[in-house]
């Protein structure tokens, strides 16, 4: 079998897992997707971050770009506040493109807006030891438990750089312990365990 068909083969199971998991994700996503071109973050990314999320518990999340994601990880934080009424999350989803940052505001829905602050904030250049990346400008200073990188763009007019976001959030937060699920950011993978 090639990777393709093992890639679709993973999506489809991963989203029978996320619509048990989150009875009415295919619904808001539904409408979500009516008022966005977005593709979307693979079910199987999705799905590993709401494992995650429920697993841990995080209290404060960086997610870098935003979408049709926001609304996955809120509804994962939601379904803990429903347990757990003493549980209390903030997700803040960054967007570097001005367009997908309006379509984002609007689309997102009321009931998401006690979890997930949208922030714009245009790429800038990062830079440590001898690797190139970029980072999303105006990330608020928060202890951020776990990072959800799905953008900032990483390429540019010298070729591939990786996204920056989780490793400067790392370097500033004192180097304490810090989850990341990154969706098909090989080259951040790569640049933070090279590191």
């Not at 800038?124 to 980072?135: L, T």
């Not at 900032?152 to 699920?181: H, M, R, V, W």
Request: proline fraction near 5%; glycine fraction near 6%.
């Amino acid at each position: 079998m090639n990777r393709k068909v093992y890639n679709r083969a993973f999506n489809y199971i991963c989203k029978r897992r996320l619509r048990k998991m989150l009875p009415t994700l295919e619904s808001e996503l539904g409408r979500y997707f009516k008022g966005s071109t977005t593709t979307g973050t693979q079910p199987i990314t999705l799905w590993l971050a709401v494992k995650t999320i429920l697993n841990s518990k995080p209290r404060m999340i960086l997610e870098c770009g935003t979408g049709a994601s926001s609304i996955v990880l809120s509804l994962a934080v939601k379904k803990i506040k429903t347990e757990d009424p003493s549980y209390d999350c903030k997700i803040i989803s960054m967007e570097s493109v001005r367009e997908w940052y309006d379509t984002a505001v609007d689309n997102l829905p009321s009931h998401h807006a006690d979890t997930v602050q949208i922030i714009y904030g245009p790429r800038k250049k990062y830079e440590i030891s001898m690797f190139r990346g970029y980072i999303h400008s105006n990330i608020p200073e928060n202890d951020y438990d776990l990072v959800f990188l799905d953008g900032p763009n990483f390429e540019d007019e010298k070729g591939t750089t990786f996204c920056a976001d989780a490793l400067y959030i790392y370097q500033k937060s004192g180097k304490k312990p810090l989850t990341g699920i990154f969706d098909g950011r090989a080259s951040s993978a790569f640049v933070i365990q090279t590191l």
